[in-house]
């Protein structure tokens, strides 16, 4: 899974591992990780799911 912040910042948490995610950032996710997200601010993001 790969995550694209167009705007705002959002906080990911990923298997316990906590990272922010702004935009010019992108974060990668293995298939089946426990996470979570929650918005800083007024934010629009983008999941793109990839099939392996």
Same mark, same amino acid.
Not at 8 to 20: P, S
Not at 26 to 46: G, I, T, Y
């Given at each position: 899974?790969?995550?694209?912040?167009?705007?705002?910042?959002? /906080?990911?948490?990923?298997?316990? =591992?906590?990272?922010?995610?702004?935009p010019? @950032?992108?974060?990668?996710?293995?298939?089946? /990780?426990?996470?979570?997200?929650? =918005?800083?601010?007024?934010?629009?993001?983008? @999941?793109?799911?990839?099939?392996?």
């Open positions: 899974m790969l995550i694209i912040v167009n705007s705002g910042r959002v /906080e990911f948490t990923v298997e316990g =591992a906590i990272a922010e995610v702004s010019g @950032v992108m974060m990668r996710m293995a298939p089946k /990780e426990k996470h979570s997200q929650r =918005a800083l601010e007024d934010s629009d993001f983008l @999941v793109i799911q990839i099939k392996q």
